[in-house]
Nanobody, 120 residues
Framework: QVRIVESGGGSVQPGGSLRLSCAAS????????VGWFRRAPGTERAGVSY??????SVGYTDSVKGRFTISRDKNTVYLQMNDLKPEDTAVYYC???????????????WGQGTQVTVSS
């Protein structure tokens, strides 16, 4: 069965950190551009970050630059999230991308999502 699986979500206080992981079963992520998206309550799913297969090309949405770092190791892609803010609260989704842009139209496969809650 082909699946993308996220893990690492949870609840933290403002200023805290979390690391999300994205792994694949039934196929390998190694040759894929991979992105992270998030959907906050009442909003559309929006791109957060992407990474190329080699890891040499990455991109971030403006609101997370300097706080989030995307990386990869073989079949796993990570999103290190530091200095978390309440507005980062969302369900975070990992996705494979056909091209390195943060647009849902470029997504070729979605994970099931993991909840991140930032609250005091």
């Amino acid at each position: 069965q082909v699946r993308i699986v996220e893990s690492g979500g949870g609840s933290v206080q403002p200023g805290g950190s979390l690391r999300l992981s994205c792994a694949a079963s039934g196929f390998t992520l190694e040759q894929s551009t991979v992105g992270w998206f998030r959907r906050a309550p009442g909003t559309e799913r929006a791109g957060v970050s992407y990474i190329s297969p080699s890891g040499n090309s990455v991109g971030y949405t403006d609101s997370v630059k300097g706080r989030f770092t995307i990386s990869r190791d073989k079949n796993t892609v990570y999103l290190q999230m530091n200095d978390l803010k309440p507005e980062d609260t969302a369900v975070y989704y990992c996705a494979t991308l056909s091209i390195p842009i943060l647009a849902p139209s470029a997504v070729t496969g979605w994970g099931q999502g993991t909840q991140v809650t930032v609250s005091s």
